[in-house]
């Protein structure tokens, strides 16, 4: 008698050896920031190296090299003492207006140009970001660490000014440290902000400078905020820039202590907007290679 054949289950006797995807909960904020930061800090030595190049790359060929540093500052100094100074009669404060402005656009040169350079960081890059494994946020990181650079150079080139205007710093020149790291946080945050969104939507690139321009006149880099009307002035500082110029030129030049709740609320301000924009690049990490 013939052996019955077994009943069609549905089922095989072979092993399937396909990929399992198992789909879980995403990780919270908090395991995310935490992660990052441990990834970022491994990567340490790529950020310096990246840093180093930055500045290599942007000096190399260059007959004045260095210079280019505090150049375009000096120069803007000189048209605005100009314009400003002689043409419109602003008022400084009784310092020599040179030395007023020059102080003004040392931090917020070094703003700036975090912004603008990080910006278009991730974009330029896009072919590294595609192949190569690494912590994305080094890119803007590295731009924001190559701006610092110059602006301890233009720190520099100011102690230098007050000298020759005869403008002796006073020991509250240390207040000036809060005042600069608090720049750092706030640079940092909008540089990683800026870049993320810069790979989405290639608006953001294109309307940096003239975001970058109404900023600048929405600071006392060029005229002193005693020209803002009092009641005014609760909104002018509610820009975390503004008070950080406003306090980094006060220790530095004119000697006199920092404003403890403004500066409270300057660093606060600024760390809320690393940790968001932070955890908003990380959140998008993933998908950067598919947008640019």
């Known amino acids: 008698m013939p052996p019955r054949k077994k009943p069609f289950t549905g089922e095989t006797d072979e092993v399937d050896d396909r990929p399992v995807a198992v789909i ?24 310096r190296e990246m840093t ?10 260059s007959l004045l090299g260095w210079l280019w540093a505090v150049l375009p500052p000096l120069v803007l100094m000189i048209a605005y003492t100009v314009i400003f100074s002689h043409i419109l009669g602003v008022k400084s404060g009784g310092l020599p207006y ?16 975090s912004l603008s350079t990080a910006t278009a960081g991730i974009v330029t890059h896009r072919y590294l ?15 924001v660490g190559a701006a610092f650079v110059d602006f301890a150079i233009g720190i520099a080139m100011l102690v230098l000014m007050m ?19 608090s720049l750092i946080i706030c640079s940092t945050a909008l540089a990683l902000g800026c870049a993320c969104f810069q790979a989405r939507f290639r608006d953001v690139g294109v309307a940096m400078p003239l975001l970058l321009q109404l900023l600048m ?5 060029v005229y002193s905020s005693d020209v803002i009307p009092g009641p005014f002035k609760w909104i002018y500082f509610a820009n975390p820039v503004a008070v950080l110029i406003e ?29 968001v924009f932070y955890y908003v690049f990380k959140r998008f990490d993933g998908t950067l290679a598919d947008v640019l």
């Open 163 to 181: 000298i020759y205007f005869g403008v002796s710093p006073s020991s509250n020149v240390i207040y000036a440290i809060p005042a600069i790291g």
């Open 129 to 143: 970001i595609s192949r190569v494994a690494f912590p994305r946020e080094i890119i803007p990181l590295s731009y």
């Open 217 to 221: 006149f929405g600071a006392p880099v």
């Open 98 to 113: 040179p030395l007023f402005i020059f102080a003004g656009l040392v931090p917020w040169s070094f703003f700036a140009t």
């Open 247 to 275: 306090e980094f030129r006060h220790a530095i030049v004119l000697g006199s202590a920092l404003e403890a709740f403004a500066m409270l609320y300057s660093f606060t301000v600024s760390g809320c907007l690393l940790i």
């Open 24 to 47: 879980r909960a995403s990780r919270s904020p908090t395991e995310l920031l935490q992660s990052s930061l441990r990834s970022l800090w491994q990567n340490r030595n790529l950020l």
């Open 52 to 61: 180093l190049l930055r500045l290599k790359v942007r000096y190399r060929q």
